[in-house]
Nanobody
Framework: QVQLVESGGGFVQAGGSLRLSCAAS????????IGWFRQAPGKEREFVAV????????SYAESVQGRFIISKNSAKNTVFLQMSSLTSEDTAVYFC?????????????????WGQGTQVTVSS
């Protein structure tokens, strides 16, 4: 079965907001922590944000801290990434991913499951 499915990407004007969703399977949502990564054309994939398995801890890349908020809705097995004050530098394919561990982890090598990605394009 599909473990992670992202949605919510699209086009937005600079300064605007978008909310991305990562719908997880029940097993993954219950057992794994879930984070967000992004990859712009010609660049390496980079860590964006992560929320711990229990939801008690979060971590953000310094480039998005103060603008992005990661959260989870247990009733829907869904993790959200609320993005605000978007700039052209935020244009990228955004991926959600899951790892089997406690705490918050930013190294992508630790993530076991990955979604297909959703495109976010911010116009200047």
């Amino acid at each position: 079965q599909v473990q992670l499915v992202e949605s919510g990407g699209g086009f937005v004007q600079a300064g605007g907001s978008l909310r991305l969703s990562c719908a997880a399977s029940e097993r993954i949502f219950r057992t794994y922590a879930i984070g967000w990564f992004r990859q712009a054309p010609g660049k390496e994939r980079e860590f964006v944000a992560v929320i711990s398995r229990g939801g008690g801890s979060t971590s953000y890349a310094e480039s998005v801290q103060g603008r992005f908020i990661i959260s989870k809705n247990s009733a829907k097995n869904t993790v959200f990434l609320q993005m605000s004050s978007l700039t052209s530098e935020d244009t990228a394919v955004y991926f959600c991913a899951a790892y089997f561990a406690q705490g918050v982890v930013s190294a992508e090598a630790e993530y076991e499951y990955w979604g297909q990605g959703t495109q976010v394009t911010v116009s200047s």
